[in-house]
């Protein structure tokens, strides 16, 4: 369905803000963020559906987490520079929200990257940005930092994977179907011993588990952390340290500047700044660009298109995390039978000898299955505005902002696809 946010540039109020960048130093830019979405690889098959209150949200709680960030960690340089009120001025969050304001356009210092450096070739891009001569770039790594294992953690698909049942795990879509699953998988451990699984080994020692196999809704005592490929075609990749440090462009001591103290403070920030407004930030990335060889914060962050930010909720004494972003879109698909119509449309494909094509083939599956694939979209859209707006409300301060239900009044249908809270000890 495209980016959830896009670079302005002509004659209008946005646009006029752009500024051109060059191989040494930022431009300047406002992005405009929309309500789109995009679930299960669908794409062009999801009808066009904007998810109500999701662009001033997203705006909105990126630009308040930076400028608390700023605040308390004004030694960490950062690209953000402000949201544009309704005269295309750059201000800040609490003077927008002190008028009764909202924007949905966050501005914000722009470098290069592939695309508008070397025409997308990224071997190109690479060797400029590590030889010095493109000096402001974004670098191409993502720094991934998890506080837990929420369901829907790719965690559990590497789980899952690692013991030959991800076909398995492709099926199961509530808390119950993946807990029964990992039960299967922990007495599979138990019998055969762990060290007979390698690969299950190495996934739960890197994700700082240890030995434990954990239930989603399993939060750790520190961050696990990840780093991965940013712009490669094929998608993200995890990458160890010194394959990091060589895609980021950043020198030997901005890369140790990056990973061993502002990523962790970024995190301990974001983790902090949710926990203060009732919201448990489980995961999310960072990035940054390699400005003259340092790192420089980029790119929006703690926004639930970034992080998963669970609302946290009590039912019958048990605590339980709620999801607020694109994880209950999956789920109510999943529940509503388009994964197995997903399944059925590639299997037809494969038969007939044109697997790429497989979504050629949906339509049909859809319907001979009786799926309204726009009344399951417009549903779970609506589901995740009454998330979302819970969540911008508490971390703009608690006040009424957004459109919200009451969260008794629609928190019901998100349990199955909730996480049951499990501090590790």
């Known amino acids: 369905m495209g980016s959830a946010k896009d670079l302005v540039r002509g004659d209008s109020l946005a646009g006029r803000l752009y500024i051109g960048l060059t191989h040494n130093e930022f431009g300047r830019g406002g992005w405009s963020v929309s309500g789109k ?3 299960k690889d669908l794409k062009d098959l999801i009808p066009p559906f904007i998810i109500p209150q999701k662009a001033e949200a997203l705006a909105m709680t990126t630009g308040a987490f930076f400028e608390y960030s700023a605040n308390k960690h004004p030694d960490i340089p950062t690209c953000y520079l402000g949201v544009m009120d309704q005269d295309g001025k750059v201000t800040d969050t609490k003077t927008l929200l002190d008028r009764g304001e909202l924007s949905n356009v966050v501005v914000m210092k722009i470098a290069h990257t592939p695309k508008t450096f070397c025409k997308e070739d990224l071997n190109a891009y690479r060797t400029a940005l590590a030889s010095g001569t493109l000096q402001c770039g974004v670098a191409d790594v993502e720094s991934i930092f998890r506080n837990g294992f929420p369901l829907g953690s790719s965690t559990f698909k590497k789980i899952f ?45 890197s994700s700082k588990l240890g030995t434990t196999i954990p239930n989603p809704g399993f939060v750790l005592k520190d961050f696990a952390y990840d780093t991965t490929t940013k712009f490669e075609v094929s998608g993200d990749r995890d990458i160890p340290p010194e394959e990091a440090e060589r895609y980021s462009g950043l020198s030997h001591e901005g890369y140790r500047l990056w990973a061993e103290e502002m990523v962790p403070t970024i995190a301990q920030a974001q983790i902090d700044f949710c926990r203060e407004r009732g919201i448990l930030n489980i995961d999310g990335k960072m990035e940054c660009v390699a400005y003259r060889r340092m790192p420089v914060v980029t790119d929006f962050a703690c926004t639930v298109d970034e992080n998963r930010l669970m609302i946290e909720v009590d039912v019958g004494g048990v605590k339980w995390a709620i999801p607020s ?33 497989w979504k050629d083939y949906m339509p049909k599956v859809l319907d001979e299955r009786g799926i309204n694939i726009m009344e399951v979209t417009e549903h779970s859209c609506n589901l995740m505005a009454d998330a979302i707006g819970e969540v911008a409300n508490r971390i703009l301060g608690g006040k009424k902002v957004f459109d919200a239900k009451p969260i008794d009044s629609w928190v ?9 809270i499990q501090r590790m000890e």
């Open 325 to 357: 972003n694109k994880e209950i879109q999956r789920a109510i698909f999943t529940r509503e039978g388009i994964d197995v119509a997903i399944y059925e449309a590639k299997k037809r494909a494969e038969e007939a000898g044109n697997v790429d094509d």
């Open 37 to 39: 979405f995009s679930v």
């Open 161 to 205: 994977g690692a013991v030959g049942k991800l076909e398995e795990y492709g099926k199961i879509a509530t808390y119950d179907e993946t807990v029964a699953a990992l039960d299967s998988i922990r007495a599979m451990v138990e019998q055969h011993g762990l060290s007979q699984f390698p690969a299950l080994e190495k996934i739960l020692q």
């Open 412 to 420: 019901g249908e998100f349990i199955p696809y909730a996480s049951q």
